[in-house]
């Protein structure tokens, strides 16, 4: 702020006349600006040094110059230990605790406390941008075939890299439920009653939405199941999709905050966050007969680790994932972890029996993706058909 | 500007319509309630959510950590681009109006281009030229100078995004101005740079001024563009409207108003400084805007 300021009083040394210069205008410019004078700054600022009126513009650029220093410092990568985690959207509240509880671990292995930075987008940006060049330590996205996108185009990550942690590298799975009105008004219990007149079903696009894409495999997964044509099922069930939302959050927006439809298909972990934060005698949770295995994945960057140091506090962060303590964090959270060990089992018994439908089961994303998504495919077929 | 000439000194004068009042007023009223709704409704939406937990709970929300990091950063990134962009701007238009050589024209419309290319696009320009991938963005970050991501790139795009704006609220004044003054001070004996400093400057600084503050109010404000480079990364490239939107999405609507409200306050202060410029100085902006 005082850097701020001291800029705008060279500034208006350097263009305002005297008898201007002490008016009302210039004080109220600095009294709106002097409010918060607990920012000091390190070195002397232009208008601290008594500089003869003639140089003024000196000073002018002076104090530019002073804030493009203040600007460098501030630039990330010269704190010691710090860790990146770029991470998917629903993940912000798990990554926030979690965080905490891995410095505080750190720290009591006798390490220095690490800065853990993360950052929150959809999966498919996300991984553009460590692509394009964001410094991600580990990755911690929504679907492999992302990370294998950033392993593919960057070599950042080794091809093999989903063998390297147990569970194919996935800490935590989730699965995709009904988010019904309160009362469940239309009596939906499972992915069948879902393409019956007058049904609204809210999903997002999946040719946008990694999610969405979870959506359509599930429902193709029950008809197969249940002796129906999938192509002809899922091609009635997006009959009953008044709108495509671009993603996850869109979509539930839709239904909570404008709405709209009977009915949500979305991330198990989002439901419960939706209902722990709008209210839950808004809302219930319906979780299908089969739904599906989504098992969000995460790994170590390799390319983008400058140092052994790094390399440590990365690994230690990612098995922390798998440990008791990360493990019930992921519980309360609304994920299905693995390790029940240390965590509340009212956060266990939260999640009722379903089969679960993994993506080797439709023959991994490879196959899936250009088959079912890809221009031209099932889900333009069907969407576009009359 | 323009309400400029509504104070001038009223004389004499005929009803310079004919419509009856009622038609008069049927227009003031719909001026008005257009303007509440689609202003002030919003703006006071914004501030009431912020305080629906009382004035303490949302002032501290803004002292937490991703908060005051955002807000350092929005004001560490303005502070940078504008002076940059100032004399970039003062530079342009000092090219552009006292000189006469060809493309002239072309690079009026070049300097208008940002306002014409979507923030998003010029997000990822710099993206595709300095990020990782690029030859020029993979040698500096091997370096140690990341660009994308980091403050570099939020500066180059938010300086991207707001470049217009003091070029052309220069051009037409200096361009009205013509060259005369220069030239007399050429022969009078000044040096180049003093003849800047002592005439070109004094005469174009209410200009300036104005376009210092509309720039100042794009660069804390720009989204679009910023969230292409940014990397998103709480507390440390998170840009007070990015900010904004990450704490609106993780459901802390308190904390994403007070925010919101924060901006727009920052903005309210710019519009009061420009309307007490105005005020103090209405002749001689006047002067300098009654052309164009």
């Known amino acids: 702020m005082r850097l701020l300021s001291s800029l705008l009083s060279a500034l208006d040394r350097a263009i305002l006349p005297a008898e201007v210069r002490d008016g009302p205008l210039p004080a109220s410019a600095r009294a709106t600006c002097d409010q918060d004078d607990t920012v000091a700054a390190p070195w002397p600022v232009a208008s601290d040094i008594g500089?003869?009126?003639?140089?003024?513009?000196?000073?002018?650029?002076?104090?530019g110059a002073a804030l493009v220093v203040a600007g460098a410092l501030a630039a990330p990568g010269l704190q010691a230990q710090t860790l990146l985690n770029v991470s998917y959207d629903p993940t912000r509240e798990f990554y926030r605790e979690f965080n905490e509880a891995f410095a505080a671990h750190w720290v009591a292995l006798g390490n220095p406390e690490p800065t853990i930075e993360t950052s929150h987008g959809g999966s498919g940006s996300q991984a553009r941008a460590v692509i394009d060049g964001l410094g991600a330590h580990v990755v911690t996205l929504a679907l492999a075939s992302d990370i294998d996108a950033i392993a593919r185009n960057s070599g950042k990550i080794p091809a093999d890299w989903q063998a390297r942690l147990p569970n194919n590298s996935s800490p935590y799975t989730s699965t995709i439920v009904f988010l019904v009105r309160e009362g469940n008004p239309k009596g939906l219990t499972d992915w069948g009653d879902l393409v019956a007149e007058g049904v609204e079903v809210i999903t997002p696009n999946p040719k946008t939405s990694g999610g969405a894409r979870w959506n359509y495999l599930a429902a193709w997964a029950w008809a197969e199941r249940n002796g129906q044509d999938p192509q002809a099922f899922v091609a009635a069930l997006y009959r009953n999709v008044p709108v495509l939302d671009q993603g996850a959050r869109g979509s539930t927006t839709t239904f909570v905050e404008r709405g709209i439809g009977d009915v949500l298909l979305a991330w198990e972990n989002e439901a419960y966050l939706a209902l722990k934060e709008l209210g839950e005698d808004q809302f219930d949770i319906v979780v299908p007969s089969v739904s599906v295995l989504a098992e969000p994945p995460v790994a170590l960057v390799d390319g983008n680790i400058p140092d052994d140091a790094t390399r440590a506090l990365a690994t230690a962060y990612l098995e922390f994932l798998y440990s008791p303590e990360g493990q019930a964090l992921a519980f309360k959270h609304f994920y299905r972890a693995w390790d029940t060990s240390a965590a509340d089992p009212a956060d266990v018994a939260r999640f009722p029996e379903v089969t679960r439908v993994s993506i080797a089961d439709f023959g991994g994303w490879a196959k899936v993706q250009p088959e079912h998504f890809g221009d031209g495919g099932i889900f333009d077929q069907i969407y576009t058909a009359p | 500007m323009s309400d400029v000439s509504l104070s001038a000194p009223a004389r004499p004068f005929r009803a310079a319509t004919t419509e009856a009042p009622w038609i008069k007023w049927a227009l003031i009223a719909l001026s008005v309630a257009f303007l509440a709704l689609m202003v002030f409704a919003p703006l006071l939406a914004v501030f009431i959510e912020a305080l629906q937990d009382g004035l303490w709970v949302a002032l501290e929300t803004l002292g937490e950590r991703d908060a005051r990091s955002a807000i350092w950063l929005t004001l560490t990134v303005a502070a940078i681009a504008v002076?940059?962009?100032?004399?970039?701007?003062?530079?342009?238009?000092?090219?552009?109006?006292?000189?006469?050589?060809?493309?002239?024209?072309?690079?009026?419309?070049?300097?208008?281009?940002?306002?014409?290319?979507?923030?998003?696009?010029?997000?990822?320009?710099?993206?595709?030229?300095?990020?990782?991938n690029s030859a020029i963005g993979g040698w500096l970050v091997d370096n140690g100078y990341p660009i994308v991501f980091a403050l570099p790139g939020i500066v180059l795009a938010t300086m991207f995004v707001t470049f217009p704006f003091v070029a052309r609220e220069l051009i037409p004044v200096m361009i009205e101005q013509g060259r005369a003054d220069e030239e007399a001070a050429l022969t009078l004996g000044a040096t180049g740079w003093r003849t800047f400093r002592t005439v070109t400057l004094p005469n174009v600084k209410w200009a300036l001024l104005y376009g210092v503050l509309l720039c100042n109010a794009r660069a804390m404000g720009e989204f679009g563009a910023v969230a292409v480079v940014s990397g998103k990364i709480r507390g440390q490239t998170a840009t007070m409207p990015l900010q904004i939107e990450m704490f609106y999405q993780e459901y802390l609507s308190v904390a994403a108003f007070t925010m919101a409200g924060l901006l727009a306050f920052l903005a309210l202060v710019t519009l009061l400084l420009k309307t007490l410029l105005e005020l103090r100085f209405a002749d001689q902006i006047a002067a300098t805007h009654r052309q164009h």
Do not use: E
């Open chain 2, 83 to 132: 002076p940059l962009n100032a004399a970039f701007g003062l530079a342009a238009a000092w090219c552009i109006a006292k000189y006469d050589f060809r493309g002239k024209a072309f690079l009026i419309t070049l300097i208008d281009l940002p306002f014409s290319v979507s923030p998003v696009v010029a997000g990822l320009c710099i993206v595709l030229t300095f990020g990782a």
């Open chain 1, 51 to 63: 500089f003869v009126h003639s140089l003024h513009w000196f000073r002018m650029l002076s104090a």
